[in-house]
């Protein structure tokens, strides 16, 4: 694929390679051969046969897993978008780095390892050795209902940030890695950069977020329409976009799965935060898709949307709408037990089990 360049962020080069699918007949044919019938592990050898593209061998391995928290506050949490006071990104936060939060459990019985970056989160967390700082404003971002939320420079950062954090965690080995985010008011960013980016209705991807009622999705709703009204830059350029309504976290991230996907990890798409942080990758970098396995379906409104404009499905349906990652945390088992299956069962001839035709008839025999 040729580079996609920004002429707003012209230093950064965003560039994906396409899968290379000239060996895809002889992976299929090494999971087909298999001591099952052909297909009867169903979107588990969808997955293997994807891992075995993206590491372009027919034995991938999962090394290192990790998941990536990036943490931002928003000027909009302000004025009414969610439930909760901006505070409780800084305390989710703190949460986190104690090692008590959903995403923490999840990610140790996964066997997985947790980063957390404060991309721009209101409050000083001191110099602590388990947190990335990765800080672009001490305040989080502007109100997006009076200006821009960021600057471009402000973004080119948190864009930067993400794929410097990767590009470290890469040069410890890691090829397979999940995403998350923490930030009061980020469904609302989300939801617009969503519906600026695939043309989605607004009303089809606002959503309740951290529990508002009907009265305070209208709420949002409307004040969501209020800062469409004042926005008169392109819809379709993922950075004007992205610095007019998004967040710190959300750029980060963006930044981090094209760095992920450049470097031919696995990426572990998680809910409508996240999956709206690859909506900006994915329109500078279209590829990216062959890297993406979606982790889940969440109960945010809007998030279905996304799925079904990409054209893509996700492997779990769990009601999930906590975000931090804890889909991606849960999904990757099933990516563990793709390789296993690939890397350990027997095939028909090693095994000396008739292959498809049973030996007492001329028809395929069913061991369903």
Known sequence: ??????????????????????????????IDGKTKPVGSLGRLEDLALQMALIQNTAKPQLIAPHILVCAGDHGAAKVGVSAFPQEVTWQMVEN??????????????????????????????GVRADLVDAKVDAGGTANYLAGAAM??????????????????????????????????????????????LTGLPLIDVVGR??????????????????????????????????????????AMLAGAMLEAARHRMVLLIDGFIVTSALLVAHRLAPAILDYCVFAHRSGEAGHRHQHEWLKVEPLLDLGLRLGEGTGAALAYPLLQASCAFLNEMASFASAGVSDK?????????NSD
């Open 357 to 365: 035709i049973c030996a007492s008839s001329n028809s395929k025999c």
């Open 151 to 196: 600057s471009a420079a402000q973004c080119q950062q948190a864009l930067q940030n993400g794929i410097d954090v990767v590009a470290r965690i890469a040069a410890g080995g890691c090829n397979v890695i999940g995403f998350g985010e923490m930030g009061i008011g980020n469904t609302a960013s989300a939801s617009l950069l969503t519906h600026c």
């Open 209 to 250: 977020g951290t529990g508002l009622d009907d009265a305070g999705v209208a709420r949002k709703r409307a004040l969501l329409e209020q800062a469409l009204a004042l926005y008169t830059g392109p819809r379709d350029d993922a950075l004007a976009v992205l610095a007019r309504f998004g967040g710190f976290e959300i």
């Open 96 to 125: 986190f780095l104690a090692g008590n939060a959903a995403i923490n459990v999840l990610t140790r019985s996964s066997g997985m390892t947790l980063k957390v970056a404060d991309a721009g989160v209101a409050h000083d967390f």
């Open 1 to 30: 694929m040729s580079p996609v360049m920004s002429p707003v962020m012209s230093p950064i080069i965003f560039s994906v390679s396409s899968l290379d699918r000239s060996r895809a007949a002889e992976f299929q044919a090494v």
